[in-house]
């Protein structure tokens, strides 16, 4: 069981709601008195299907959101039967420094990050020959990345994710210092032989190019009031204009200080939050709770 699982588990033991786990405990059955509702994975009973099925889909969230004239990341759609001439004009105007991605994937997984043509077309084949469809995007220079959980239209939780970058002290093996760094990650690997490496003193290493929680980056509280407010109303903007009323909505700040939509996520994932914030456990279990409130309405 999951930590989102037993967290469910104990919110609904305090509110006396009876709860069963089908499909390989995929899917949970919460019954209160006459009613019966349903939480798939992450997803609650409180957005409409059909944009759900929006926010699931890179290409198409960003089809709609630049037709709603909000900024967003840009992607490039591509099916088993692409062109390779449309691939090469579209990825030479960004110097073939591309990331390919699922359309559909989630935690950063099946993501590649390419500077030539060769790996370009090594990993669009390799991910089409296991997805319908695929995305490709320029690679952004991103100082940061952050996600707005918002329920009811309101922002109820606000974070940025720090990429797993270290720097070396003279004496520290690389795998020591990424354990300081997330320990709740970097325990759990396996360690290679490179990771045994000592950094030299104020030496930089860079694990991971991704900003998710769950390839070693780690969660920050930001201090920039201004900055803070800006991503905020960026998010409120897109829930209010897509009407979806539970999401997390990931916003990425390049150094040139533009904000981007990357992400809206119609499944509320907050694992790792929970177990890399001494109060993730506390603001995740009143969010949820406030949900399971709104869906027993």
Known sequence: MN?????????????????????KDWVMILQKEDKTKYIIGYKFPLNN?????????KYALYDVLKYLNIPVAEYHILFKNYSKEEVISYAKQYNYNMVVKSN??????DM???TTIEDLFLYIDKLLSKHYSISISPYYDIKNEYR?????KQVKLFYGKEKPI?????????YELLCEFNPYYFNKISKKEELN???????????????NLSKGARPFYSSNEQLNTKIQDLATKVVNELDLNFVSVDIIELVTGKLLVLEVNSGVMM??????????????????????????K
Do not use: R
């Open 197 to 211: 490496k000592v950094l030299a003193l104020n030496e930089k290493y860079e694990y991971n190019w991704q900003f």
């Open 49 to 57: 299907h059909v944009i759900g099925q929006i926010c699931d889909d």
């Open 271 to 296: 694992e790792n939050y929970i177990e890399l914030m001494p109060d993730g456990k506390e603001k995740a279990k009143a969010i949820y709770s406030a949900v399971i409130d709104e869906i027993f």
């Open 166 to 174: 270290i720097t070396g002290d003279g004496t520290k093996t690389i």
């Open 104 to 109: 559909t994937g989630t935690c950063g997984n």
């Open 148 to 152: 707005t959980i918002l329920f009811n």
């Open 3 to 23: 930590p989102m699982q037993k967290l469910i588990n104990e919110i609904c033991t305090e509110k006396n709601i009876k709860i069963n786990y089908v499909s």
């Open 112 to 114: 590649y990050h390419t």
